[in-house]
C-alpha cells in the first residue's frame, strides 16, 4: 500500500528552523516527484517546493526560495524539507505528496497541486513569538 507520512512540524519563533520529513512506503521515491504543499487557515494550498528525483530537479515558490531547501535521502526513502529563517507568515499545515513519475513534472511554477496523486496527512507547523 501506497503511503507517505509526513513529520517534524512543531512550534518554533521567528527566525528559528524546523526539519519536516516525507517518508514513503509501499513504492521507490527513485522515478517519482515529491512537492511539498501547505494550507493556512482560510487559505488556498500553495506549492512551496518539489524535487524530481529521476532528473534531479528542484523547484521552489518565490516565497521561500533562498530560506527552504528539499533533499532526499534515497537510502530512507524519504525526502525533507529543511525551513529556515521562519516567518509567521509560513504558519500552516505543511504537506507532501508524490506523483506518478510524469517526465515534466517539477519544471516549472506555480507547483500545481493537480499534478500529484498521492498525499499524505499532513504536519503543523507555526511560527510564533
Known amino acids: 500500500q501506497l503511503q507517505l507520512v509526513e513529520s517534524g512540524g512543531g512550534l518554533v519563533q521567528p527566525g528559528g528552523s524546523l526539519r519536516l520529513s516525507c517518508a514513503a512506503s509501499g513504492f521507490t521515491l527513485d522515478y517519482y516527484t515529491i512537492g511539498w504543499f501547505r494550507q493556512a487557515p482560510g487559505k488556498e494550498r500553495e506549492g512551496v517546493s518539489c524535487?524530481?528525483?529521476?532528473?534531479?530537479?528542484?523547484n521552489y515558490a518565490d516565497s521561500v526560495k533562498g530560506r527552504f531547501t528539499i533533499s532526499r535521502d534515497g537510502a530512507k526513502n524519504t525526502v525533507y524539507l529543511q525551513l529556515n529563517s521562519l516567518k509567521p507568515e509560513d504558519t500552516a499545515i505543511y504537506y507532501c505528496?508524490?506523483?506518478?513519475?510524469?517526465?515534466?513534472?517539477?519544471?516549472?511554477?506555480?507547483?500545481?497541486?493537480?499534478?500529484?496523486?498521492?498525499w499524505g496527512q499532513g504536519t503543523q507547523v507555526t511560527v510564533s513569538s
Open positions: 524535487i524530481n528525483m529521476r532528473y534531479d530537479r528542484t
Open positions: 505528496a508524490s506523483d506518478r513519475g510524469r517526465v515534466g513534472a517539477c519544471s516549472r511554477l506555480p507547483i500545481s497541486e493537480n499534478e500529484f496523486d498521492y
